[in-house]
């Protein structure tokens, strides 16, 4: 299969600490793109970074990309109780398709 | 709301009926995909468009589905003959590709949630 593979399956945090989860795919991509999945709001895109990039920020979400090792990882810094969700990868190998993994699912403790 | 908006939000409906749902993508968007979404799976693509053309169908998409959009704006995905291995969530996303812009951030409508009975 081609989508991304999401690890670990489920992470459970104290509210203020970071939150790692990494990415793995196996064939050269176009771009990858995160997308964070909760029931009040739907899939919303976090970050895209091209296959040329090796970091991407955006406010408290650091994203990496090696793609050396077809792998890559989403930090979220300074987790709060409103970053509980589920977080997909999404590998796209062309300019069209995004190939999602099973996500991480994040569990904010207050 | 100028986000992707999807039409109904929810459908229950008996095996072997029809359904239709609508997507309506972001105005200046000229690609629209859809995909489908089980519990606890990523989302898994379907089908795409730019403009009124259907550029790829997955495998995925028997001949029980089929995807419109006609005038290049709104999209219909319809189910014939429902199975319960139908029920899902379906989602549609939009995205601007063409020109200079060759990496393709997609926009995720809230989905249309199908329950076959």
């Known amino acids: 299969s081609q989508q991304g593979e999401e690890d670990p399956q489920a992470l459970s945090i104290q509210e203020g600490e970071n939150a790692t989860m990494n990415c793995s795919y196996k064939t050269s991509i176009n771009n990858l793109q995160w997308y964070r999945q909760n029931s009040g709001r739907g899939l919303v895109h976090l970050i895209l970074?091209?296959?040329?990039?090796r970091e991407k920020h955006s406010g408290r979400l650091r994203v990496t990309l090696d793609t050396s090792k077809k792998s890559s990882s989403l930090l979220i810094t300074a987790s709060r109780a409103a970053d509980t969700a589920s977080y997909f990868c999404a590998p796209a190998f062309n300019d069209y398709k995004l190939s999602f993994g099973a996500g991480t699912t994040v569990t904010v403790r207050a | 709301d100028t986000g992707v908006s999807q039409n109904p939000r929810h459908k229950i409906t008996k095996r072997g009926q029809n359904v239709t749902f609508r997507c309506d993508p972001i105005?200046?968007?000229?690609?629209l995909y859809w995909y489908r979404q089980t519990l606890g799976q990523g989302p898994e693509f379907l089908t795409y468009?730019?403009?009124?053309?259907?550029?790829?169908k997955s495998r995925l998409l028997s001949d029980r589905f089929s995807a419109e959009r006609p005038k290049g704006s709104f999209s219909t995905l319809e189910i014939q003959r429902t199975e319960q291995g139908d029920s899902a969530m379906y989602l549609c996303?939009?995205?601007?590709?063409?020109?200079?812009?060759?990496?393709?951030?997609?926009?995720f409508g809230p989905g249309t949630r199908l329950t076959v009975l």
């Open positions: 970074i091209r296959s040329n990039e």
């Open positions: 996303a939009s995205s601007l590709a063409g020109g200079s812009k060759v990496y393709n951030e997609q926009f």
């Open positions: 468009f730019q403009n009124e053309a259907q550029l790829e």
């Open positions: 105005s200046e968007h000229n690609r």
